[in-house]
């Protein structure tokens, strides 16, 4: 992994992608309880996308809402940016709305995301599932490991803490899926954390001790993947990423993004390398991000910022005039 800054990311502004991320959340935000998942993500994407298109870059959306026949705004390959064939050339990973059932049911953890990185540094991941696994910063490398069972992972993360299995705390999306997982958990008595939806929040939260969570399990989608790991390239930690297909269009569309090892185990790196800005916004109150707050002629936003070069994590409060 170079250690020197992207010359491309020298010359984008780290607080103008928490503007990006602001607008996304104000839009989403306007939609907040009322109960339509759609109308919430597609105020996010426009928002997101209009203040993208103000920014001297040429963008690329390698993570999207995506594939063009499925999105009409920030698809998959998607150009953005006011300066195309002039300014900086630079990779996106975005999700205006992470969270829309979130979002519309008023529940916590809602954000607006955003990952930018020099051309190539992101994983073009397609829209799959993808089995995760993830420790905060602190940990010996290779504490973590996919191809072991989650009670491995838990003793070796136990062991590396210095407490017992029991006192470690897993963050798990409550799924069907993961009934197994829940039970094994619970079984070497781990705690566990459900959440709704939003496994970038849950991936993050294991870096922050406040949250108390040790590590984040599951399946949950491959793009969030990305930006998690965009975060945790800034902040410190470690993942473990494998693609999982369903059927044979879910092969073939990983196939077309250029990705031939179907069964490869991603580390970190390999998901999001070199520089990178990772941004985001906080639409309803969660353990990261504090929501978008309307009072009389005013809106307050709270955000966070990091780069990977440097390691800076910024928090930003705003205030907007309504």
């Given at each position: 992994?170079?250690?020197?800054?992207?010359?491309?990311?020298?010359?984008?502004?780290?607080?103008?992608?928490?503007?990006?991320?602001?607008?996304?959340?104000?839009?989403?935000?306007?939609?907040?309880?009322?109960?339509?998942?759609?109308?919430?993500?597609?105020?996010?994407?426009?928002?997101?996308?209009?203040?993208?298109?103000?920014?001297?870059?040429?963008?690329?959306?390698?993570?999207?809402?995506?594939?063009?026949?499925?999105?009409?705004?920030?698809?998959?390959?998607?150009?953005?940016?006011?300066?195309?064939?002039?300014?900086?050339?630079?990779?996106?990973?975005?999700?205006?709305?992470?969270?829309?059932?979130?979002?519309?049911?008023?529940?916590?953890?809602?954000?607006?995301?955003?990952?930018?990185?020099?051309?190539?540094?992101?994983?073009?991941?397609?829209?799959?599932?993808?089995?995760?696994?993830?420790?905060?910063?602190?940990?010996?490398?290779?504490?973590?490991?996919?191809?072991?069972?989650?009670?491995?992972?838990?003793?070796?993360?136990?062991?590396?803490k210095g407490v017992q299995p029991h006192e470690i705390i897993a963050c798990v999306l409550d799924r069907p899926r993961h009934e197994k997982l829940i039970a094994e958990l619970r079984g070497i008595g781990c705690g566990v954390v459900l959440i709704g939806d939003g496994d970038v929040a849950g991936v993050i939260a294991t870096t922050n001790p406040e949250t108390t969570i040790d590590v984040y399990m599951g399946q949950g989608g491959a793009p969030e993947g990305v930006l998690a790991c965009a975060a945790l390239r800034c902040v410190g930690g470690q993942f473990k990423g494998r693609l999982i297909f369903r059927n044979d269009d879910e092969r073939a569309r990983a196939r077309k993004w250029g990705i031939e090892d179907l069964d490869k185990i991603y580390d970190l790196t390999e998901l999001a390398k070199g520089d990178c800005i990772f941004a985001a916004t906080g639409v309803t109150d969660g353990?990261?991000?504090?929501?978008?707050?309307?009072?009389?002629?005013?809106?307050?936003?709270?955000?966070?910022?990091m780069r990977a070069h440097s390691g800076t994590v910024r928090w930003v409060k705003g205030e907007h005039r309504i």
């Amino acid at each position: 992994m170079s250690q020197t800054a992207s010359h491309a990311l020298d010359r984008v502004l780290v607080l103008e992608m928490v503007r990006v991320t602001e607008a996304a959340a104000i839009a989403a935000s306007t939609l907040t309880g009322r109960g339509d998942e759609k109308a919430a993500d597609a105020a996010a994407v426009e928002a997101m996308r209009d203040a993208l298109n103000k920014l001297y870059l040429d963008g690329t959306v390698v993570i999207g809402e995506g594939e063009r026949d499925e999105a009409p705004m920030l698809f998959i390959g998607e150009k953005v940016g006011a300066a195309q064939g002039k300014g900086p050339a630079i990779d996106i990973a975005l999700d205006p709305l992470e969270g829309t059932t979130i979002c519309a049911k008023a529940g916590p953890n809602a954000l607006a995301v955003l990952a930018v990185a020099e051309q190539g540094g992101l994983l073009n991941a397609p829209d799959v599932y993808m089995d995760k696994i993830a420790v905060g910063p602190g940990y010996p490398e290779g504490v973590i490991d996919l191809a072991k069972s989650a009670t491995e992972n838990v003793h070796a993360i136990a062991k590396a803490k210095g407490v017992q299995p029991h006192e470690i705390i897993a963050c798990v999306l409550d799924r069907p899926r993961h009934e197994k997982l829940i039970a094994e958990l619970r079984g070497i008595g781990c705690g566990v954390v459900l959440i709704g939806d939003g496994d970038v929040a849950g991936v993050i939260a294991t870096t922050n001790p406040e949250t108390t969570i040790d590590v984040y399990m599951g399946q949950g989608g491959a793009p969030e993947g990305v930006l998690a790991c965009a975060a945790l390239r800034c902040v410190g930690g470690q993942f473990k990423g494998r693609l999982i297909f369903r059927n044979d269009d879910e092969r073939a569309r990983a196939r077309k993004w250029g990705i031939e090892d179907l069964d490869k185990i991603y580390d970190l790196t390999e998901l999001a390398k070199g520089d990178c800005i990772f941004a985001a916004t906080g639409v309803t109150d969660g353990s990261l991000l504090e929501g978008v707050k309307r009072f009389a002629g005013k809106m307050t936003t709270e955000s966070v910022v990091m780069r990977a070069h440097s390691g800076t994590v910024r928090w930003v409060k705003g205030e907007h005039r309504i």
